[in-house]
């Protein structure tokens, strides 16, 4: 029997971070990185070597948590949004440009759901769905408006 998985260093935990659930984690460190520009800090892969149990990588200077969906785990309630059927949370970047932002996304991969506009409230916004179904949106304050 095992005692467990063999665990990096961790990173200091943020005070806040979204813990994002994901069926094929692994997969989606990578579309990260190239999607976002995401730094990964650590991986913890299950047992088995097939799923992880924790990753955390930095977007946009932020902390964020992910691992892969353990619908079999009792208690953890760990299930991926295309198992769901959809997502109840949407991860917002501020960056640069919104454009450019939305354009490396989808290059990557990810759905456009909300081209980029500018908004009454004075953004660049545009959202994106990654392809593991977590939703992402993207603004930047528009020239001579407060942001």
Avoid at 14 to 41: Q, V
Avoid at 43 to 53: A, C, I, M, N, T
Avoid at 79 to 102: F, W, Y
Wanted: glycine share 10%; proline share 10%; hydrophobic share 45%.
């Amino acid at each position: 029997m095992s005692n467990g998985p063999v665990v990096p260093p961790l990173p200091p935990a943020p005070s806040l971070a979204p813990h994002l659930i994901i069926d094929g984690a692994a997969a989606a460190l990578d579309f990260y990185k190239k999607a976002l520009g995401a730094t990964e800090l650590v991986r913890v892969p299950s047992d088995d070597g097939k799923r992880l149990l924790h990753a955390h990588m930095e977007v946009n200077g932020a902390a964020v948590f992910l691992c892969d969906d353990f619908p079999d785990y009792p208690g953890e309630g760990a299930i991926a949004p295309k198992r769901l059927g959809g997502t109840s949370a949407m991860i917002h970047l501020q960056v640069e440009n919104c454009d450019a932002a939305v354009k490396r996304a989808a290059d990557a991969g990810a759905k456009v759901i909300a081209e980029p506009w500018d908004a009454f409230w004075g953004d660049r916004y545009a959202q994106v769905m990654d392809p593991f179904g977590h939703v992402w949106s993207f603004a930047h304050p528009l020239a001579g408006k407060p942001g």
